[in-house]
Nanobody, 115 residues
């Protein structure tokens, strides 16, 4: 089992910045992928960004140039730096951990961007 605890969400104005953090604990495999997904009201959950333990990143086109994912492998922690936030970025942001054919989700953290 893997537990994920997210932090850093909140309310920010259009153009503002936030940094999300997610700490993984439990049965952690050294080779894994951690990332962030989001779900807005009435919409499906979508990829925001992922980062493998080997350093390979993937960002959704909608956030490229504004969001950056990073991680500290020794701390089993992944971050999402969100800059130039827009109202359409408003969603619940979920941390995800994948390894050994299993996937785990955090409880989600709300990000609200006011116009």
């Amino acid at each position: 089992q893997v537990q994920l605890v997210e932090s850093g969400g909140g309310l920010v104005q259009d153009g503002g910045s936030l940094r999300l953090s997610c700490v993984a604990s439990g049965s952690i495999f050294s080779i894994n992928t951690m990332g962030w997904y989001r779900q807005a009201p009435g919409k499906q959950r979508e990829l925001v960004a992922t980062l493998t333990s080997g350093g390979i990143t993937d960002h959704a086109d909608s956030v490229k140039g504004r969001f950056a994912i990073s991680r500290e492998n020794a701390k089993n922690t992944v971050y999402l730096q969100m800059n130039s936030l827009k109202p359409e970025d408003t969603a619940v942001y979920y941390c995800n951990y994948r390894a050994n054919y299993r996937s785990y989700w955090g409880q989600g953290t709300q990000v609200t961007v006011s116009s």
